[in-house]
């Protein structure tokens, strides 16, 4: 029988625990580790359509990328939108498990597939911990190619029709960094690395002006579609370890950023 443990001890070797940064919120954060687990729902975050999804699809867990509760919480009442979800999907017996910044730093987490999509080489860590293991990702183009062509390769990879970019389309890029989701406090790390331009979900606007007067270009899909992509790929991941599990990723999740 799979159970909530056995589904946690195989996204932890996915993602390991210790990747995560101290601030973070990471592993199972509800649910009872000996539930049989049978249906599984992946999301980016769990926000009252995604819950309202995994009651009604009868989920038995939620792997979520980011968590839930993300900060301590001195009481769970439904006078808040945090505390309503966690008591409706304990009331569904839902257990929610997330990696956050430990699948973001993962050998094949977000941020590698993110390189690995960009098609950049000789790909390894941004920044680095003290046991070796880093944040983010940096890599090399064999052939110099222009930011323009960089953003339209980022827009088939990620399905998007738009992207932000900072700097000139025909800024030729070599040496690039990759950052998903908020990652604006990488920008130095790129600049000391001498990169020409850096892939990140979203940002700070003196942020924009810092990496123009750095000569970084930036290219900037938005939070949901630098991460979202690889929850789906955790679905396909978890559907083919487990034959017996029900795995899809969540149908009701969207990005709230509308282009009008």
């Known amino acids: 029988m799979l159970t909530v443990e ?4 195989f996204l932890e070797r996915i993602a390991p625990l210790r990747l995560a940064e101290d601030w973070d919120n ?10 049989p687990v049978r249906r599984v729902m992946t999301c980016l975050t769990i926000t009252p359509q995604v819950a309202a999804e995994a009651i009604e699809q009868n989920a038995d867990l939620i792997v979520a990328h980011h968590p839930l509760p993300f900060q301590p919480l001195q009481r769970v009442t439904p006078e808040t939108p945090t505390g309503r979800m966690l008591l409706d999907l304990i009331a569904a017996r839902i257990a929610v498990y997330s990696a956050h910044t430990a699948y ?10 993110l390189a690995r999509g960009l098609g950049l080489r000789g790909v390894f860590p ?3 911990s003290a046991g070796g293991i880093g944040a983010g990702r940096i890599g090399w183009f064999e052939e ?12 088939g990879f990620l399905r998007l029709q738009r992207v932000q970019i900072v700097g000139a389309a025909d800024q030729m890029v070599r040496m690039a960094a990759v950052a998903c989701g908020a990652a604006g406090a990488f920008l130095e790390h790129a600049r000391q690395a001498d990169c ?3 892939l990140l979900g979203e940002t700070r606007y003196h942020t924009y002006l810092e990496a123009e007067a750095a000569g970084i270009g930036l290219i900037l899909p938005g939070h949901y579609a630098s991460e979202r992509f690889a929850m789906e790929c955790l679905a ?14 969540s149908r009701s999740e969207c990005d709230p950023v509308r282009w009008v």
């Open 126 to 128: 941004l920044t680095f």
């Open 236 to 249: 396909d991941i978890l559907a083919g370890e487990f034959s017996a599990l029900d795995v899809w990723a």
């Open 196 to 198: 020409d331009a850096m």
């Open 104 to 113: 973001d730093s993962a050998t094949d987490g977000i941020n590698q597939r």
């Open 6 to 9: 056995l589904l946690a001890a």
């Open 144 to 155: 110099p190619i222009r930011l323009g062509e960089l953003a339209e390769t980022v827009k």
């Open 26 to 35: 990471v592993g199972l954060l509800v649910g009872d580790p000996r539930s």
